[in-house]
């Protein structure tokens, strides 16, 4: 199923993420931000357990910033994982 949120504290306006039935990362797109960065992020969780992928990515800063774009999709993943149950 096909996710969309906006992330808080970072360049990106938005991540859309898909996530199979098995809470399996199936693709990333991320409007703003980054883009050859988030591009290879969206290509090294493709097919990675969502869980697995909030393990990595959680709590990564951006320089001076509380967050990044990693740390965003970790939390927007925990959020999609809360709410859809998986």
């Known amino acids: 199923m096909k996710y969309s949120f906006r992330p808080q504290g970072v360049c990106a306006r938005e991540m859309q993420v898909d ?3 098995q809470g399996i990362i199936e693709n ?4 703003g931000g ?9 290509a090294l ?3 990675m357990p969502a869980q697995e992928a909030i393990t990595r990515l959680k709590g990564i800063r951006c320089g001076a ?3 990044s774009c990693p740390d ?3 939390q927007g993943l925990e959020k999609i994982l ?3 149950g998986k």
């Open 19 to 21: 996530v199979n039935d």
């Open 45 to 47: 969780v493709k097919g």
């Open 65 to 67: 910033k509380p967050t």
């Open 34 to 42: 980054c883009n050859g960065n988030l591009q290879g992020i969206g």
């Open 72 to 74: 965003q999709l970790a």
């Open 28 to 31: 990333l797109a991320v409007v």
């Open 82 to 84: 809360t709410e859809s």
